[in-house]
């Protein structure tokens, strides 16, 4: 079973940046074949969905809240996905997961679209 490990959370500043790494544990298991999906949960609140990047020409998408301030990209020499979390909100906290699916388009922010997950990193955004 394919595991994805996410890195790179913490506790930063409002206004603040991070950037989230997202690997796979098999060797075998390639991103130029597996969108990448961002989510993230709150505290008492629904996973929601932050970001993802497809496989077919690397295309983004964004939830509006993120729009403007986070960018996912993909290395495929690496064979890693990141989320960088720039001009950082309180209301960012949350653990962020990263998880690989191929979803249709009308279903990218609908966490039940993305087959593995990751454990998820913690985010705090405080003063």
């Known amino acids: 079973q394919v595991q994805l490990v996410e890195s790179g959370g913490g506790l930063v500043q409002p206004g603040g940046s991070l950037r989230l790494d997202c690997a796979a544990s098999?060797?075998?298991?390639?991103?130029?074949?597996?969108?990448v999906g961002w989510f993230r949960q709150a505290p008492g609140k629904e996973r929601e969905f932050v970001a993802t990047?497809?496989?077919?020409?690397?295309?983004?998408y964004y939830a509006d809240s993120v729009k403007g301030r986070f960018t996912t990209s993909r290395d495929n020499a690496k064979n890693t996905v990141y989320l960088q979390m720039n001009n950082l909100k309180p209301e960012d906290t949350a653990v962020y997961y990263c998880?690989?699916?191929?979803?249709?388009?009308?279903?990218?922010?609908?966490?039940?679209?993305?087959?593995?997950w990751g454990q998820g990193t913690q985010v705090t955004v405080s003063s």
């Open positions: 098999e060797r075998t298991f390639s991103f130029r074949t597996n969108g």
């Open positions: 990047i497809r496989v077919s020409g690397g295309a983004t």
């Open positions: 998880a690989a699916g191929n979803p249709v388009l009308s279903a990218i922010r609908n966490h039940q679209g993305y087959r593995y």
